[in-house]
């Protein structure tokens, strides 16, 4: 049905009155190229089914020039002009950009390349699906160049942090033969702007490498071209000693023997047989037990400009994790886990070749609900860099809660790192603008699956919204952002507009105040699932994700005075202010430093009753949700009401657990008593 979630914010649900907006829309489509498996034919497509589902208008599509009076033309600046003669003004666009404009009963849709074309043809017809039909006059380009997702596809079919069923492209270990839901979900990619998919987890498995699944790669890269969606995969370091069926079997894999620097370009070559356009590698290399050229006491440049080498000929690039640490190093909070990227990549900066780009996660440990932008986005300005963010909701309840990241990355994204004392804001680091990178931009851990909501549940989509339109264009509202996703998912009704905006956009405050605020982290459940609260699996493992609780006092002290150093790994007054408790925002006190539990906080309340007040405080936030939910019966199809139903109740619940669980932790461990005597007994 039009109401399932497989077409998710691409429904072209039709709009109220439609009929009457039939003279606001031209009545020809003219895409031009003719070829079935190009973007601008697919975007000619596109446009004919959405116009005739939003506005119930037939029109017809052309693959050349067409002279008739009223034209949507779709197409590349260059075959633009061929057709029908230079553009008036030549548009300023960058690769996939694209021009809308409006001239006489003609709308043109320009772009500099058919995935532009395809992108400003999505672009017009979400403003036509949400009833905006002013003339349209815009050119938009992308803020970078790499906007990829990362799915963590296992080739047996399973998909690590994965909450939405099995994969879509792997099944015992090879490539699926239907490939119909991978096509479905390059179109959903292709409507934001997502030019790339990794398509295995980063723990690769080499059995990728198989003559068969390189083949197999190639299927999947043919379903996807036609919208603009390149394909990448992960790689196993040690894949040349892995015994890969069909390949040599090698007995080491030093980045520097040369039979490892063969092996791999043999191996690079036969994939661009199968995927001319391969997009690239990304690499996690020592990392969690991963191999990497530490093995042989290689640097990490030198095993990331290994592929680098292997992928220059074929212009791919490789995207090499930052995500870089040895857990059995951590069993010390002094060992910080949080330094170990500085340490890894600061003295390497400058060594990458050009076509290698460092992958960073946000923050310095691993998505949490509250961290600091990671320092090391500051510290290598000669190397090309993305940003990892997570879109499945590993640590942030696992689409079980509404959690609406828009508002966390934006965060992220605009904050000022000032390096050099001058703006060095994050969004312009990683598009390569800061420092002067052609290469940079995005990588969004994606994870979608089989299931009918692709993603795990339906308002969970949101995320997967907001990330391509960010990418795009990080300097957009994240409100806005939503309400164009709601719009588009569900409908135009004001009240169904105010409310969900409402849930979402209180959804990841009240998330962290339930979890762990102040900075001390997410306190779920470390070792095994990363689900619910499990405050006591922070300290003395493996994983360097401490929070130093005692029975007076909390918070990992990461001053350089007296702490393991981490705060000086930012640029100076940045540096500055989280060494000092007093300059250190509160809802990072305890990720920087070591306090009492009474430490009183700007509000002017202790550490510990505040943190009391705040899981009461967002578990009685994430009760209205439900109330709030209740409100759209009959406003939204039942379909999708029951089943977000279902979910706010678990999650108003959940977070009442939660709020017990973390507020009785601290209270037996502190033994100071509630002032609201809601903790313990009373
Ligand atoms: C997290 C996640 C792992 C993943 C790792 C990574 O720790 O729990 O499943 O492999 O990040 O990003 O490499």
Known sequence: TAENGLSAWLRYAPLQGGQHFHSSVPSHIVALNSSTVSPVYIAGQELQQGLKSILGKQCNVHHAHYGGGSNIVVGTVAEYSKAYGALSSTPDLLDDGYLLDTIGNTVQIIGKNERGALYGAFAYLSKVAQGNFTKVAEVSNPSAPIRWTNEWDNLDGSIERGFAGNSNWFSNGSIVSNLTRTAEYARLLASIGINAVVVNNVNANASLLTPTNIEGLGRIADVMRPYGVQVGISLYFSSPTAGVKGQANLTNFDPLDESVVQWWSNVTDQIYEHVPDMAGYLV?????????????????????????????????????????????????????????????????????????????????????????????????????????????????GQQCHLVYLGPLWKEILDYDLRVDNETSLVRNIISGER???????????????????????????????????????????????????????????????????????????????????????????????HFGPNPQTQDNTIWGQWTRADQKTIGMDRTVANGTGFAGNYPPEIAEMFENIATTPDNLLLWFHHVNYTQLLKSGQTVIQDFYDQHYAGAATAQTFTTLWESLQGKIDDERYYDQLFRQVFQAGHSLVWRDAIANFYYNLSGIPDEAKRVGNH
């Open 284 to 396: 996690k290399a020592n990392s969690e037990g991963q191999p990497g050229p530490l093995t042989y006491n290689r640097t990490l440049a030198e095993g990331a400009n290994l592929f680098a080498k292997a992928l220059q000929p074929h212009g791919g690039i490789v995207m090499f994790r930052a995500f870089v640490y040895n857990p059995l190093n951590e069993t010390v909070w002094t060992a910080d886990r949080a330094n170990a990227q500085i340490e890894f990549f600061k003295p390497l900066d400058g060594e990458f070749d050009d076509n290698v780009v460092i992958q960073i996660k946000y923050g310095p440990i691993d998505f949490q609900v509250r961290e600091p932008v990671s320092p090391l986005f500051a510290n290598i300005p000669k190397s090309a860099v993305a940003i990892e963010l997570q879109v499945t909701q590993e640590y942030l």
């Open 435 to 529: 420092f002067n990178h052609s290469l940079g931009g995005y990588a969004g851990v994606s994870n979608v699956g089989t299931n009918e909501t692709w993603i795990g549940s339906h308002m969970a989509m949101s995320n997967l919204y907001a990330y391509g339109r960010l990418a795009w264009d990080p300097t957009l509202d994240a409100q806005d952002v939503l309400q164009d996703w709601i719009r588009l998912t569900f409908n135009t009704n004001p009240s169904v507009i105010d409310a969900m905006t409402q849930i979402s956009m209180e959804s990841w405050p009240a998330y962290e105040n339930y979890s762990g605020n102040l900075g001390v982290q997410t306190l779920t459940d470390i070792l095994y699932t």
